[in-house]
Nanobody, 121 residues
């Protein structure tokens, strides 16, 4: 089994900062790309930041304010200069390589349950 657990959400004032963390654990051989998505009420889920082999990408709406980083099987999202429009539930998503006897290795995508970020104006 693979577990993906986010933490670090909360309520802040506009202009404040939060640091989200996501830990991937369980029966895994390796973790490949790790990404942060968010979904606000009534809106589609959007990709906020990605990190893959050290390369990072950001949505235009968060460039210059958010920073994604990774330490082994943990991915972080440092969020600065937060705005009310950043209010959403933030989800960690990752591609995990799983190895099983007889089947060899294969990739599977996993999602966490999310952590709520609320930015007051």
């Amino acid at each position: 089994q693979v577990q993906v657990v986010e933490s670090g959400g909360g309520s802040v004032e506009s202009g404040g900062s939060l640091r989200l963390a996501c830990v991937v654990s369980g029966n895994i051989f390796s973790v490949k790309d790790m990404n942060w998505h968010r979904q606000a009420p009534g809106k589609r889920r959007e990709l906020v930041a990605e990190i893959n082999r050290g390369q990072t990408k950001y949505a235009d709406s968060v460039k210059g304010r958010f920073t994604i980083s990774r330490d082994r099987n943990t991915v972080y999202l440092q969020m600065n200069s937060l705005k009310p429009e950043d209010t959403a539930r933030y989800f960690c998503e990752c591609t995990v390589e799983i190895y099983t006897d007889g089947l060899g290795s294969y990739d599977e995508r996993f999602w966490g349950q999310g952590t709520q970020v609320t930015v007051a104006s």
